[in-house]
């Protein structure tokens, strides 16, 4: 069965420090994967989708970047965080049309 | 912009009643829905998903659509504690456009 694993789940993070947030799929290949940010009151917003190794399609202009080196690992980064950047990052792949979800990561900036 | 509403809540019921929620969305284009649950602190679990239009019944779940209304709604029969929780309604875009959510409390 396909499985979907972040880390870390939660970190506290200094503004203007970096960020490195890790996503891997088990038991697929070439998987639709996608990063969502869920800030406090507000819904799941989309950052990125990928559609296969080195394919990153960015949907909110912003500090953050993503990237896919290797098939079924997912990666979100940033160079200097804001604090508007805090909130529980989701990533997910798409089975079809159903999205399932990693544990997710909750990141607090100070 | 791809929109796609809920009542933010909270909607409290008594265990053992049933649970209404309700959805709309923007795109008329829209083919697929979707209902996830998700528990304080934890990420979203798919509950169920329609496509056609009228009802789709899983165990104490029923999921009701109305493309002409631009239209879906979560029904969850005999209510239970352990369904509190925030429920949340998407719509497939080429990924999927999620609306911010009920919060349903349960009660004993």
């Known amino acids: 069965s396909q499985t979907i694993h972040q880390w870390p789940a939660t970190l506290v993070q200094p503004v203007g420090s970096p960020l490195s947030l890790e996503c891997t799929v088990e038991?697929?290949?070439?998987?639709?994967l996608y990063w969502y940010r869920q800030a406090a009151g507000r819904g799941l917003q989309l950052l990125f989708y990928?559609?296969?190794?080195?394919?990153i399609s960015s949907e909110v202009p912003q500090n953050l970047s993503a990237s896919r080196p290797q098939d079924r690992q997912f990666i979100l980064s940033s160079k200097k965080l804001l604090l508007s950047d805090s909130g529980f990052y989701l990533c997910a792949w798409r089975r079809v049309g159903e999205l399932f979800f990693g544990e997710g990561s909750r990141l607090t900036v100070l | 912009q791809k929109e796609v509403e809920q009542n933010s809540g909270p909607l409290s019921v008594p265990e053992g009643a049933i649970a209404s929620l309700n959805c709309t969305y923007s795109?008329?284009?829209?083919?697929?829905f979707f209902w996830y649950r998700q528990y304080s602190g934890k990420s979203p679990e798919l509950i169920m998903f329609i496509y056609s239009n009228g009802d789709k019944e899983d165990g104490r779940f029923t999921a009701q659509l109305n493309k002409a209304s631009q239209y879906v709604s979560l029904l969850i029969r005999d209510s239970q504690p352990s369904d509190s929780a925030t429920y949340l309604c998407a719509v497939t875009g080429y990924a999927l456009n999620f609306g911010k959510g009920t919060s349903l409390l349960v009660t004993p």
């Open positions: 038991g697929t290949s070439n998987p639709n």
């Open positions: 990928s559609v296969g190794i080195g394919q």
């Open positions: 795109d008329r284009g829209s083919q697929s």
